[in-house]
Protein backbone atom coordinates (compact mmCIF):
# COMPACT_ATOMS: atom_id res chain seq x y z
CA UNK A 1 0.00 0.00 0.00
CA UNK A 2 0.98 3.71 -0.77
CA UNK A 3 0.53 6.05 1.64
CA UNK A 4 2.45 9.45 1.30
CA UNK A 5 1.89 11.55 4.56
CA UNK A 6 2.89 15.07 4.94
CA UNK A 7 4.55 17.58 7.17
CA UNK A 8 5.67 20.78 8.29
CA UNK A 9 3.12 23.18 7.41
CA UNK A 10 2.80 25.98 9.68
CA UNK A 11 2.50 29.64 9.91
CA UNK A 12 5.36 32.32 8.40
CA UNK A 13 5.15 35.48 7.53
CA UNK A 14 5.52 36.79 4.23
CA UNK A 15 9.52 36.73 3.10
CA UNK A 16 10.20 33.38 5.26
CA UNK A 17 10.68 29.74 4.15
CA UNK A 18 9.23 26.61 5.05
CA UNK A 19 10.25 23.09 4.12
CA UNK A 20 7.38 20.36 3.77
CA UNK A 21 8.53 16.42 4.10
CA UNK A 22 6.54 13.70 2.69
CA UNK A 23 6.95 10.41 3.71
CA UNK A 24 5.75 7.22 1.46
CA UNK A 25 5.44 3.86 2.20
CA UNK A 26 6.48 1.46 -0.95
CA UNK A 27 9.20 -0.81 -1.24
CA UNK A 28 10.31 0.60 -4.71
CA UNK A 29 9.66 4.71 -3.99
CA UNK A 30 12.77 4.96 -5.69
CA UNK A 31 11.07 4.85 -9.23
CA UNK A 32 7.92 7.07 -8.00
CA UNK A 33 6.88 9.85 -9.83
CA UNK A 34 6.46 12.91 -6.57
CA UNK A 35 4.43 15.89 -7.16
CA UNK A 36 3.01 18.37 -4.65
CA UNK A 37 -0.10 20.36 -5.17
CA UNK A 38 -2.09 23.41 -3.22
CA UNK A 39 -4.98 23.81 -2.76
CA UNK A 40 -6.31 27.76 -1.57
CA UNK A 41 -10.04 28.23 -0.32
CA UNK A 42 -12.46 28.21 -3.06
CA UNK A 43 -9.85 27.57 -5.59
CA UNK A 44 -9.25 24.75 -7.86
CA UNK A 45 -5.88 22.47 -6.70
CA UNK A 46 -3.12 23.89 -8.37
CA UNK A 47 0.15 22.19 -9.34
CA UNK A 48 3.36 22.91 -8.01
CA UNK A 49 6.02 20.78 -8.70
CA UNK A 50 7.08 17.11 -9.62
CA UNK A 51 10.34 15.09 -9.41
CA UNK A 52 11.04 11.99 -10.93
CA UNK A 53 13.07 9.14 -10.04
CA UNK A 54 15.86 11.52 -10.89
CA UNK A 55 16.72 14.19 -8.87
CA UNK A 56 17.97 15.57 -12.32
CA UNK A 57 14.11 15.72 -13.78
CA UNK A 58 12.29 18.37 -11.75
CA UNK A 59 9.11 20.92 -12.84
CA UNK A 60 7.32 23.92 -11.38
CA UNK A 61 4.63 25.81 -11.53
CA UNK A 62 5.05 29.34 -12.93
CA UNK A 63 4.10 31.01 -9.95
CA UNK A 64 6.45 29.30 -7.56
CA UNK A 65 9.23 28.88 -10.12
CA UNK A 66 12.51 30.38 -8.69
CA UNK A 67 11.42 30.07 -4.59
CA UNK A 68 10.26 26.31 -4.09
CA UNK A 69 13.00 23.40 -4.49
CA UNK A 70 11.48 19.90 -4.61
CA UNK A 71 14.29 17.35 -3.32
CA UNK A 72 14.26 13.59 -2.65
CA UNK A 73 15.90 11.75 -0.52
CA UNK A 74 15.04 7.85 -1.84
CA UNK A 75 16.95 6.19 1.23
CA UNK A 76 14.08 7.53 3.40
CA UNK A 77 11.01 6.83 1.17
CA UNK A 78 10.82 11.12 1.38
CA UNK A 79 10.15 13.63 -0.76
CA UNK A 80 10.75 17.69 0.63
CA UNK A 81 9.70 20.55 -0.55
CA UNK A 82 11.76 23.56 0.31
CA UNK A 83 9.61 26.88 -0.01
CA UNK A 84 11.33 30.63 0.58
CA UNK A 85 10.65 33.99 -0.48
CA UNK A 86 7.07 33.19 1.07
CA UNK A 87 4.30 35.49 -0.31
CA UNK A 88 0.14 36.04 1.11
CA UNK A 89 -0.50 33.83 -1.81
CA UNK A 90 1.15 30.81 -1.19
CA UNK A 91 -1.14 30.12 1.83
CA UNK A 92 -2.96 27.21 0.84
CA UNK A 93 -3.30 23.27 1.99
CA UNK A 94 -0.35 21.68 0.25
CA UNK A 95 -1.21 18.02 -0.89
CA UNK A 96 2.45 15.47 -1.80
CA UNK A 97 0.93 12.80 -4.11
CA UNK A 98 2.59 9.78 -5.56
CA UNK A 99 2.49 7.81 -9.05
CA UNK A 100 4.20 4.35 -8.14
CA UNK A 101 4.63 3.82 -12.02
CA UNK A 102 7.26 6.36 -12.76
CA UNK A 103 6.10 6.71 -15.81
CA UNK A 104 3.72 10.04 -15.52
CA UNK A 105 4.87 13.60 -16.65
CA UNK A 106 3.33 14.21 -13.20
CA UNK A 107 1.44 18.11 -13.68
CA UNK A 108 -1.70 16.69 -13.60
CA UNK A 109 -4.05 15.51 -11.02
CA UNK A 110 -5.12 12.60 -12.79
CA UNK A 111 -1.51 11.36 -12.93
CA UNK A 112 -1.34 10.20 -9.49
CA UNK A 113 -3.07 7.10 -8.17
CA UNK A 114 -2.29 8.59 -4.02
CA UNK A 115 -2.67 11.44 -1.87
CA UNK A 116 -1.32 12.32 1.61
CA UNK A 117 -4.07 14.06 3.56
CA UNK A 118 -2.37 17.22 3.08
CA UNK A 119 -0.89 19.95 5.58
CA UNK A 120 -2.00 23.48 5.76
CA UNK A 121 0.44 26.25 5.20
CA UNK A 122 -0.45 30.47 6.22
CA UNK A 123 1.75 32.76 5.23
CA UNK A 124 1.05 36.21 7.07
CA UNK A 125 1.76 39.60 5.28
Known amino acids: QVQPVESGGGLVQAGGSLRLSCAVS????????MGWFRQAPGKAREFVAVIRRSNAYTLYGDSVKGRFTITRDNAKNTVYLQMNSLKPGDTAVYYC??????????????????WGQGTQVTVSS
Open 26 to 33: GRTFSIYT
Open 97 to 114: AADPSGLRNGVAEYEYGY
